[in-house]
Nanobody
Framework: QLQASGGGLVQAGGSLLLSCAASGRTFSNYYMAWFRQSPGKEREFVAGISRTGAGIYYADSVKGRFTISRDNAKNTLYLQMSSLKPEDTAVYYC????????????????WGQGTQVTVSS
């Protein structure tokens, strides 16, 4: 089970920290990722992190502004979002896969419930 939290309303240029708590599984056995979905748009990949944290991947739209990390001892995934823009407004989902890498939502079998991030201009 994955439980995302930390969303909210923030002004453009602000920051938010999203968390995703995992339970009922060996967290370190999974490649983890964040996706987001805006109204009327497809769910898109935001960032991914390998099982050990050694491999990190970002969508071009968030590179340099967002940082993904994980704490395997705490079974928790994070997404530090900075320099937020109105176009970052979306529901953010954490997801897990047994693959070693993916940026395709079809490869992820476990999903959190989503947390709303709204960036005002």
């Amino acid at each position: 089970q994955l439980q995302a939290s930390g969303g909210g309303l923030v002004q453009a240029g602000g920051s938010l920290l999203l968390s995703c708590a995992a339970s009922g599984r060996t967290f370190s056995n999974y490649y983890m990722a964040w996706f987001r979905q805006s109204p009327g748009k497809e769910r898109e990949f935001v960032a991914g992190i390998s099982r050990t944290g050694a491999g990190i991947y970002y969508a071009d739209s968030v590179k340099g502004r967002f940082t993904i990390s994980r704490d395997n001892a705490k079974n928790t995934l994070y997404l530090q979002m900075s320099s937020l823009k109105p176009e970052d407004t979306a529901v953010y989902y954490c997801a897990a896969t047994t693959r070693y890498y993916s940026d395709s939502q079809a490869d992820f079998g476990s999903w959190g419930q989503g947390t709303q991030v709204t960036v005002s201009s």
